[in-house]
């Protein structure tokens, strides 16, 4: 088999009832707290991916990524400490996932769900090379592990109820981390978020970066959800 033919080709549609269902099955995820603490730490990996891949677009040199049990994370890259470059580095955080999500809803609704798993599995390996700590690498792995043991071991209707579920879960749990960092700074906390950083480099207010992030993320949500559905 010729896995760049099998890769740019498209699959069958997922049925309705799929999509739907997958959908549920990531609200229900993304939406009670227990659950979400577990599952977040999915998003944390969009979301440090989403500045170590803006870095090295925008020339900064990316040394580290770590990723925590707390589900928080740190990107550490050099270069200048003013300008574009770590201003767009700190701004790709919150809407990686999102991003990423709308994506992947842009590939499934053209119909290319291998596509998808495979430039999944790719980035993720890409982002292991840069993870610097135990519980980082295993988190990576074992994601990593899950999409390619999807792509090589199941058919069809499997990969495409995995790729409907991981970017429902992006889109909707995308949208989550941007209103509870607004929670936190309401009450006194998260003095150096990406959001307050920005603002100490722009002089734009840290309220205006947040309503970019929720406006991303909203959007993504919708134009995602529209390529999902067909509509």
Known sequence: MDLSI????????PAEWLVIATGVAALAV?????????????????????????????????????????????????????????????????????????????????HRVTLLLWIATALLLAMLVMVRNA???????????????VSWLTGPEVQSAFACAVVWFLLLGGVRPAFELQVKRRHGGAPDSDADQLARLTHVPAGVWLFFFHAVAISALIGGGRWLLGI
């Open 6 to 13: 099998d890769l740019l080709s498209p699959q069958a549609a």
């Open 30 to 110: 993304t939406v009670p707290r227990r659950l979400w603490l577990l599952a977040r730490n999915a998003i944390t990996i969009a979301h440090e991916g989403g500045h170590g891949l803006v870095a090295l677009g925008t020339g900064r040199r990316l040394e580290a990524i770590r990723l925590h049990s707390d589900t928080s994370g740190l990107t550490v890259s050099r270069g200048r400490p003013t300008g574009l470059g770590v201003v767009l580095t700190l701004a790709a955080g919150y809407p990686a996932a999102p991003l990423l999500g709308l994506g992947g809803a842009a590939l499934i609704g053209t």
């Open 135 to 149: 519980y980082g690498i295993l988190t990576v792995l074992l994601t990593g592990a899950a999409f390619l043991l």
